[in-house]
Each structure stands twice: as structure tokens, then as C-alpha cells.
């Protein structure tokens, strides 16, 4: 028997061609920076502030993952019957419906969907005296078909004490609240 | 209880190495595991008894080694022999996570081994020993102390197919779109201002380009857009098709209704999908959208051309050219059983319009060259035995220069006609036919050739060696795990007739793992060592990879001994393979990606 295998892909990353370099190499460089070299703002990366969000009128947020300590911005760019996607310089996208992620791209594993029972303060605010005991929640996930893959999960609220957060430069005052899974584990 | 299994060794080759064994393996203390096995054949060598199944099977004792050229099933030999031997083993999954410590006894006498007069190897112990540590999931590190005199170390790399090795999807989102406003102007008068749709061209263009996608013409009219395009960065096609979506979405004036996005594969127009912008706009962000509009989305077999009013893009003639590393590794070639190296490889293809070009592929030797191992002693006319000739050496070889046209007859049929340096071996001109609409799940193609042999050290010389080969081809996508089956008839290149089978499981994320065997009218003496033509085959996406999109890919092929019967042309662009990840089937099961 002859094995004729092909080959480390380390190699490949040397080639070039007529669209530049290697299709990986040139990959990983549009991720890491979309906008290109010639299009980046000059100088050192601006700090966010709350007088730059006022002045800018843009819904904005805030998101990162469990494992990076910088976030991320992201600014309301587009809504559709109440879902509204936030999308970040690297056009990573969030789609919120209220308070409630129905949908990521760029940020982790992509989220395709999320539906939940009625009511749902995340979706729509209600004092925290008329909450329900507990929502149930659909995530749709990518799989190999057409409709991705649905997980649904059973959760009720616990009530925490009343806690003070400051999320740019604005204080707020609110109940914590925590969403906890009833049947299984699981972390999204 | 302990984990059984069954096993066999060598049962498809020249049976050199063949042996079956019984073996069974149980953790008697936490993180420590013993094996026990029995074994026939080569594990039958020390350590041994009689063989039980002599006293209830007649002939069970006989054990015929004599396997001819091998490459067939060696059934008739199975647990079979006078004797059968014992070994064992233990191991030991050490505090320090991941490294294991293993101790075996071997029951191979390693008799064959010892055989010829010019013999050297004498095992001093049955006992083997070694370190294995698992690097991370996936990578696992060995060394090993073996026959009291030997060491040897190993990379074991493993992985599953549907589960990337990269953690996460650090890749950029599509597009945000906003449906269009009830109150936005539907003037359709911007459709027949041929600046007007330069412009728009142009800017779609660009904006399709951020986003890895080639825009190679569009057409415009009042309330429909056709557009013409290239995916050249997403490993799923209907997440190109989404990302197209969107562009036209935001950018296109509101009085146009009907997108219809036609994928271009290779510069052949292959499937159109048509996408009423108004559902589209009442999916976005959505729940359940993927199959919502999978149910609402058109597909048909693309035209050949947009035809008048289009409005070309990308300029012909032009050309694309690469140059790149290309290593190599070849293994247990007879006389040279480990071979490895690099080429410089180049390819240039001169566009004089979409569908006609030229290509050039030349290779030169770096690293790892040989000299020429002289002419095969086949029986056959040697149109792959003198394979290794045609590598050897440090001269630049060209690997094709050939002429080229590929179109459709219609938006079900595809032609494709080559004519030059077809592969290294082989000079020629030949014409390819498929047929193969979008919703159906099979297909038909045929193809022949007329060729001639090219000598192996010179870049345009040619022997005398002639033939017309050609095959009728069936190509079906069983729809079951992702089985696609392919039988293909007709004459090869050594002159013989016969039939190739081949059956592949695709994975939608594009990892595909293909067997194939041919029989033909060559005798298995005529064909010698592996008796017939077979092998396997295994595609991997680097999307699988890296945490990012790319569509590109390499594939692996284990094959047998370069025989010359069974032998096909090797030629790069086939149809079937261009056109197949667009039909009704495969969209489907990627169809999700739509709305990435």
C-alpha cells in the first residue's frame, strides 16, 4: 500500500496569489480587522464614555464573554417587529427583544434564535412584584439543516437583595434577581 | 464486566502482517487497566496452545500464507492456524493528567522478519514498554522502548468530524437590514438610467467584496435584481446567499421585490435562488427563520448567461495566479517506504472570457528530490507505474497547460471541453457532458478522451503511447447519512474496460470520508501487487480548523500501490465535483447558515 498524503497547513500559509495572500492568512486578517489598515482611526483606541454615548443619540450596549475581561460596544443598528440587532465595530450582533438575547453572531457560539413564555419581564418590563415564578426558554442553535436545533429549558427567579450598579458613570438601584434552571445544567 | 473487542490485522494487504485477535480490557484499580487477549496468525508466534476451534472446525489447523498479490480478503484465513498465542498488558493513567505508563508482552515471534539471509532483526524481549501523554483533546505525544533494543516515538492526532477543534465562532456578522419603510418612494424609473445601475453595480461590488463574495455581474429591473456571484470566503454556500441577501437588502432601491442570486462555481453558473424580499423582511431576526425561509425560497438551475441588459462587473480578460509550498509525504512505496519533501508549485489561469481560459501549472523540486527509480515491470502499459519517474529529478515539471471551456447548454446541463498537457502523465484533448438539475437528487455525466503519454523528463515531450478513454458516469446523493454514491464505466487508460465504484459520506460542514475499487478486465497477475485498483479518501474543511470563515480545503488520499489497471485521467476540473455542493439536497441541510 502507498499513502499519498497532503500536507501540514502551516506550509499554505506561506503561499500568495493575484487576491493577495493566502485565503486563511487573509482570513484571520479581516477578522482581526474588518475595516482594513488604510480605513482604522489614527492614534490611541478611544475610551468609551457616557457623554460620548449622549452625544452620539445611539442605543448602545455593552456585552463580553464569560472569559474576556474587556467588553464590547455595540450600537443599535437596525429593528425589525421588536427585535432590535446592536452590532460592535467588528461587527460582531446582538439582537435584543427588551432585555431578552434572542439572537449572537461573532460572540462565542452563535445563538440563531430564542423564544419564552409569556410572561417575560425580559421581554417586557414588569415590576418586580408581578413577576412569575418562572419562564420557559427556547434557544435555537446552528445544526445541519435548515431549522436549527431548539433547547428548551424550565427556569424560576430567585429574589435577591436590593443591589446598586453603575454602568457609565450612572448610578441605578435595583432587585437582583437570578434566573435558575430547573431540570439540568447548563451555562449559555 | 471488561470491555471486548475483536480485531484484525492485515486483512486486505499482502498478509504479511495478518492476525485476528480476541481481547478484553478491565480498570481492576482505579486508574489502572488490564488487557487480555488471544490472538491467531502473527499473534499466534509465542506464548502459545493449540488452537481450540481445530477440534470443531475440519481444517481450521491450515493456515495458507500464500496470499498472491494480495488486496483481497483474506477470510479464508481467519482464525485459522495450529496454535494460538497469549498477550497482555497493562497501563497506568498517572497522577500527572494526561501521561499514562503502558507494559505489554507480545505474543509475535517475528518469524517473517527473520527469514531472509540478509536478516538482521532478533527481538531480545516480548516485553515492551511506554509513555504516552495527552498534550490536549485530540493530541496525544508517545514514546515507546520495544524489543529490548528499539525506541520509537509517535503523534497520534485525532478529532471528530462534527465537532471543530476550534472552541468558538470568532467570525464577523451579517449585515444588519431594516425592512423597508411603508412610505418609501417605489419609483421604478432608476432601472432604466444605465449610469444610474453602473453605480449601483459598482457599490455592491465593493460592499460584496468586504464580505469575501465576488460579484461578477447584475442585472436590473424595476422590481427584480439578478445578480451573479462568487462565494470566495464562507465553507457553507447558503451563508454567502444570506450575506448577498442582506446587502441587496439594505441597498437596493425599494421598489425592487424579487432578489435572484445565481452561484458561480469555478465560472460556471450553477444554481439561482430566489428570494422574495418582503418574506425576507418578515424573517429577519425572527424566530425559527431558517426553515421559515428555507420553505419560502426559490431554487432552479441557473441560465448560462444573464443575457441582454446585464451589467458586467468583473472585466475579462483577466488573470489569477498562486504560487505556493507544496510538501509532500509518501509512505511504504516498495523499496522506499518513507518519502518526504517540498515543491514550489505555481498556477496561473488567463481568462479570455468567463467561460474560456488557459491555465499553466508548473512545480519545481526543493527539498527531498530522487533520482529516477527506472521503469516499472508491469505487464500493463505503464500509464501509472512509472509514476515515481515522473516526480523524480530536480528539473521543473509542468503539471498542466491546457485550454479550457466550460458552459451550460441549458440551466441542467453542463459541458466541459480541455485540450493540452491534461496532468503530468498524459497530453491530449477531451470534452466532459453532465446533467444534473438542481432538485434532483442524481445525476448523469460522461466524458472522453483522447490521449497521449508525455515523457517524464522532458516538459513537452511525448511518447507513444496513445488511447481514448472515456466513461459513462451516475452520480446519486442517497439522502441517507449523507451518502452519496458514483459508479463509473467505461475504458481506462491501460486500455481496459471496467467500472469504478465509490461511495463517500459528505458531512454538511464539508468533511467527507470516500472508498472506492475498480474492476476491470485485467487479471490480477497482470495487475500485480494489491490485485485490483482501491482506496480511500478523506476531505477536510480548514473551517474545521480555525475560528474564522474559509472555504478552502485539503484532502487526503490513502490509495493503493500506483497500478496501471483501473487507471483514470486525472483531471482537475471535472464537473460533477464543481456543481454538486449547490443542488436542492445540500443547500438544505446548511440552509441554517442562511441567516449567519
Not at chain 1, 431549522?147 to 424550565?154: D, H, K, L, P, S
Not at chain 2, 496454535?83 to 505508563?101: A, C, Q
Not at chain 2, 505555481?346 to 529516477?372: I, K, W
Request: glycine share 12%; with cysteine; proline share 6%.
Amino acid at each position: 500500500m502507498r499513502r499519498a498524503l497532503a500536507f501540514g497547513w502551516l506550509f499554505l500559509l506561506a503561499a500568495c496569489s493575484n487576491q493577495g495572500l493566502n485565503p486563511i492568512v487573509a482570513g484571520a486578517i479581516d477578522e482581526v480587522n474588518p475595516l482594513g489598515g488604510a480605513e482604522a482611526p489614527a492614534g490611541p483606541t478611544r475610551t468609551i464614555t457616557r457623554d460620548a454615548i449622549t452625544r452620539a443619540d445611539t442605543a448602545t450596549i455593552r456585552a463580553r464573554l464569560l472569559e474576556d475581561e474587556t467588553p464590547t460596544y455595540l450600537f443599535g443598528a437596525a429593528e425589525n417587529g421588536g427585535f432590535v440587532t446592536y452590532a460592535s465595530g467588528l461587527r460582531q450582533t446582538l439582537t435584543l427583544r427588551g432585555a431578552q438575547i434572542t439572537a449572537s453572531r461573532g460572540l462565542g457560539h452563535d445563538l440563531l434564535s430564542a423564544v419564552s413564555s409569556d410572561p417575560d419581564p425580559l421581554k417586557r418590563a414588569i415590576p418586580p412584584t408581578s413577576w412569575p415564578q418562572g419562564v420557559t426558554r427556547s434557544y435555537e442553535f446552528p445544526a445541519w439543516a435548515a431549522q436549527g436545533r431548539i433547547e428548551t429549558f424550565a427556569c424560576r427567579f430567585e429574589f435577591g437583595p436590593v443591589r446598586d450598579i453603575e454602568i457609565l458613570d450612572v448610578h441605578h438601584r435595583g432587585i437582583e434577581v437570578t434566573e435558575v434552571l430547573l431540570e439540568r445544567r447548563a451555562q449559555f | 464486566m471488561p470491555t471486548v473487542a475483536i480485531g484484525f490485522r492485515d486483512f486486505l494487504g499482502t498478509g504479511v502482517y495478518s492476525g485476528e485477535y480476541l481481547v478484553a480490557t478491565k480498570e481492576v484499580y482505579p486508574g489502572v487497566k488490564l488487557t487480555g487477549g488471544v490472538g491467531w496468525g502473527r499473534f499466534a508466534g509465542e506464548n502459545t496452545v493449540d488452537n481450540p476451534i481445530c477440534t470443531v472446525v475440519d481444517g481450521a489447523c491450515d493456515r495458507d500464507n500464500d496470499f498472491g498479490e494480495g488486496g483481497k480478503l483474506s477470510y479464508d484465513t481467519w482464525f485459522r492456524g495450529e496454535n494460538v498465542g497469549f498477550f497482555g498488558g497493562v497501563e497506568w493513567l498517572t497522577p500527572v493528567d494526561g501521561l499514562s505508563v503502558k507494559l505489554e508482552y507480545s505474543s509475535d515471534a517475528y518469524k517473517r522478519e527473520q527469514q531472509s539471509p540478509r536478516a538482521e532483526f532478533d527481538p531480545e524481549s516480548r516485553v515492551n514498554v511506554g509513555v504516552e501523554y495527552r498534550l490536549r483533546d485530540g493530541i496525544t505525544l508517545g514514546g515507546y522502548y520495544m524489543y529490548g533494543s528499539e525506541i520509537g516515538f509517535n503523534i497520534a492526532v485525532s478529532g471528530n468530524p462534527k465537532r471543530p477543534i476550534t472552541p468558538q465562532d470568532l467570525g464577523s456578522g451579517p449585515l444588519p437590514v431594516n425592512a423597508r419603510p411603508a412610505d418609501a418612494p417605489r419609483g421604478t424609473g432608476w432601472a432604466s438610467n444605465p449610469e444610474a445601475e453602473r453605480q449601483l453595480a459598482t457599490a455592491l461590488a465593493e460592499t460584496l467584496d468586504a464580505e469575501g463574495i465576488r460579484l461578477d455581474e447584475a442585472r436590473f429591473t424595476g422590481d427584480t435584481v439578478d445578480v451573479v456571484i462568487e462565494n470566495q470566503r464562507f465553507n457553507q454556500d447558503p451563508r454567502a446567499i444570506g450575506r448577498t441577501t442582506r446587502v441587496l437588502a439594505a441597498g437596493m432601491p425599494a421598489s425592487v421585490e424579487t432578489f435572484r442570486i445565481t452561484m458561480l462555481e469555478d465560472s460556471i453558473p450553477v444554481t439561482t435562488v430566489e428570494v422574495d424580499r418582503s418574506t425576507f423582511e418578515g424573517q429577519v431576526d425572527r424566530p425559527n427563520a431558517g426553515g421559515r425561509s428555507w420553505e419560502t425560497t426559490g431554487l432552479s438551475g441557473a441560465a448560462p448567461s444573464l443575457g441582454p441588459g446585464a451589467v458586467p462587473v468583473e472585466s475579462y480578460p483577466k488573470l489569477d495566479w498562486s504560487v505556493a509550498p507544496a510538501p509532500f509525504l509518501v509512505l511504504l512505496t516498495p523499496g522506499d517506504p518513507i518519502r518526504f519533501g517540498l515543491n514550489l508549485d505555481g498556477t496561473a489561469t488567463a481568462y479570455a472570457t468567463r467561460t474560456l481560459s488557459s491555465t499553466v501549472q508548473v512545480s519545481q523540486p526543493v527539498a527531498g528530490t530522487f533520482s529516477d527509480p527506472g521503469p516499472s515491470d508491469s505487464e500493463l502499459p505503464a500509464v501509472r507505474s512509472d509514476t515515481p519517474r515522473y516526480f523524480s529529478g530536480k528539473n521543473m515539471k509542468l503539471a498542466r497547460l491546457t485550454g479550457d471551456y466550460v458552459t451550460k447548454a441549458s440551466g441542467d446541463i453542463y459541458m466541459r471541453a480541455s485540450a493540452g498537457y491534461l496532468e503530468r502523465q498524459f497530453a491530449g484533448i477531451g470534452g466532459e457532458v453532465l446533467w444534473k438539475p438542481v432538485d434532483q437528487s442524481w445525476g448523469l455525466g460522461a466524458d472522453i478522451n483522447y490521449v497521449r503519454q508525455r515523457e517524464f523528463d522532458t516538459l513537452f515531450g511525448l511518447e507513444d503511447y496513445d488511447v481514448v478513454t472515456g466513461h459513462a458516469s451516475l452520480y446519486w446523493d442517497t439522502g441517507f447519512m449523507g451518502l452519496e454514491a458514483q459508479v463509473d464505466a467505461g475504458r481506462y487508460l491501460a486500455g481496459d474496460w471496467g467500472s469504478t465504484f465509490t461511495l463517500t459520506r459528505r458531512f454538511p460542514n464539508g468533511w467527507a470520508f470516500g472508498a472506492y475499487f475498480t474492476l476491470t478486465d485485467v487479471t490480477e497477475d497482470d495487475f500485480g501487487e494489491g490485485s485490483f485498483d482501491k482506496g480511500v479518501s478523506v476531505s477536510i474543511p480548514f473551517r474545521w480548523t480555525v475560528p474564522f470563515e474559509t472555504n478552502s480545503r485539503n484532502t487526503l488520499s490513502l490509495t493503493s500501490v500506483s497500478r496501471d489497471g483501473g487507471a483514470r485521467l486525472d483531471i482537475r476540473n471535472r464537473l460533477y465535483p464543481t456543481v454538486r455542493d449547490l443542488d436542492r439536497n445540500r443547500l438544505e441541510r446548511n440552509w441554517g447558515s442562511f441567516w449567519q
